[in-house]
């Protein structure tokens, strides 16, 4: 069977814009966390979490009926982004806003797709009363979110903060078109449109309100989709560098780099080859933001990382002279 390919004109386009979302990365990570989505590139996170839902007692029934292992996933769990950078509690609102009526067509599309015998019960019983399933999935995405996703939020934010920044690069380069073009195979520029091939329901794709683009690490590699009406159309893509998300802080012990400059900022200069603020630095080599600072200090005045400001954060990464040191002597 073909997959349906939708179009997204270029009035739309126009209107382009990134965002950080910690909840639309918490919506993807129940697939990987319960079906193994994304195999064995986030098995670490997907074992810690899994010890902390099982140390917890935790269950979260209504979000299992709510994203199946395959297919449409309620889509009123996943509104646009408002912002370019979100946090989580300002996301649950905009949860709680989303008009009844998408909640009943996500749980009529649900029940069509021969759930399971408990998630038909919690879809049927949230078509009589949809405020309260809504309600019920909230306090669910809080328990998880704080059980799960929250402890590695710096680090999946720090990924998608250095790809939205290639990605600007890029645009101010080449355009639209080729920011467009390194998506996602199912996504490709059609002339002047945006050509998605997507198999969930049908609906427009010209939203007149633009269209948001979110890097989201737990959607990979799948393509995921926002298409309800007014709101701005919006997708999710793998942010570049994703293989390494989970990667330990390198221990160079016995490198000439650690003999040079000693294990912390050795450490550092190898992690750097992604752009990351000092809070996450400080999360991957377990140091006060403080501590990790006083490092990128020296190594900036040496000349081995830049610092970059990006909106409201500052991220710091390898010069090409740290890279060459890094690669000749780690």
């Known amino acids: 069977m073909t997959t349906p390919v939708r179009f997204v004109a270029a009035a739309d386009l126009a209107r382009l814009r990134f965002a950080t979302s910690p909840l639309w990365e918490t919506v993807a990570s129940v697939r990987v966390l319960r079906d193994g989505a994304g195999g064995a590139l986030h098995a670490p996170w997907r074992a810690t979490a899994r010890e902390r839902i099982v140390g917890a007692g935790a269950s979260f029934p209504v979000l299992d009926a709510l994203i199946p292992p395959s297919g449409h996933l309620a889509d009123f769990l996943t509104p646009t982004p408002s912002r370019r950078s979100n946090a989580f509690e300002t996301e649950l609102t905009a949860v709680a806003k989303v008009p009844v009526e998408v909640v009943l067509e996500d749980l009529q599309t649900l029940l069509a797709a021969s759930p399971t015998k408990a998630a038909a019960q919690i879809l049927t019983d949230g078509l009589d009363d949809p405020d309260a399933l809504r309600d019920k999935a909230i306090d669910e995405l809080r328990d998880y979110w704080s059980l799960t996703v929250s402890r590695v939020w710096d680090r999946l934010r720090g990924l998608a903060d250095s790809d939205i920044a290639w990605r600007l690069d890029l645009l101010a380069d080449g355009g639209g078109t080729k920011v467009l073009g390194t ?16 198999s969930c329901k049908d609906g427009p794709t010209q ?5 948001v683009l ?6 990979w590699p799948d393509l995921l989709l926002f298409n309800v009406p007014d709101y701005a159309l919006t997708l999710t893509y793998a942010p570049r560098g994703v293989g390494m998300l989970w990667r330990d802080a390198p221990d ?22 992604l752009p990351m603020t ?21 190594l ?10 990006r909106g409201r954060s500052v ?3 390898r010069t090409p002279l740290g890279a060459g040191l890094a690669t000749q002597t780690g």
């Open 183 to 198: 998506l996602h195979p199912r996504v490709r520029m059609d002339e002047d449109r945006l050509a998605i091939e997507n």
């Open 207 to 211: 939203s007149g309100h633009g269209v």
């Open 214 to 219: 979110v890097p989201c690490a737990f959607g």
């Open 252 to 273: 160079p012990q016995a490198s000439p780099l650690t003999e040079l400059m000693g294990r912390t900022r050795a450490a550092a200069i190898q992690l750097l080859d």
């Open 278 to 298: 000092t809070a996450q630095l400080a999360c991957h080599l377990d140091l006060t933001p403080s501590t990790a600072n006083e490092h990128l200090k020296i």
């Open 300 to 309: 900036e005045r040496s000349g081995l990382v830049a610092a970059t400001r």
């Open 315 to 317: 991220l710091y990464a």
